[in-house]
């Protein structure tokens, strides 16, 4: 599966924006999927997952009750609408998926399919 992140820009603190992760080659309905984020110098950090579609999902600490992660089998698209956001969330937005028969927690190095990262910027 191809993925491609898109979505990202410049917000004021308090802001909204939604991303966008488009697949394509594979539907995503057979993936698990999430979104992580960096920060040049730091590690990837774990934002939101979508283990399969119907079931729960799952969210870092910093980012509960902000943001919502959610996917349309029908456009093949997950997204990642995030409220509230504050300085701290600048980094470059990364989409990712695993095989939903490949089980494992939310680590980077657990998922195996990257697009390419989108840019958020939360200006104070």
């Known amino acids: 599966v191809q993925l491609q992140a898109s979505g990202g820009g410049l917000v004021q603190a308090g802001g909204s924006l939604r991303l966008s992760c488009a697949a394509s080659g594979r539907t995503i309905s057979d993936y698990a999927v999430a979104w992580f984020r960096q920060v040049p110098g730091l590690e990837r950090e774990f934002v939101s997952a979508?283990?399969?579609?119907?079931?729960?999902?799952y969210y870092g600490v910093p980012m509960r009750g902000r943001f919502t992660i959610s996917r349309d089998n029908a456009k093949n698209t997950v997204y990642l609408q995030m409220n509230s956001l504050e300085p701290e969330d600048t980094a470059i937005y990364y989409c990712?998926?695993?095989?939903?028969?490949?089980?494992?927690?939310?680590?980077?190095?657990?998922?195996?399919?990257w697009g390419r990262g989108t840019l958020v910027t939360v200006s104070s």
């Open positions: 990712a998926a695993r095989p939903i028969s490949a089980s494992g927690g939310y680590k980077y190095y657990e998922f195996g399919y």
């Open positions: 979508d283990p399969f579609s119907g079931g729960g999902t």
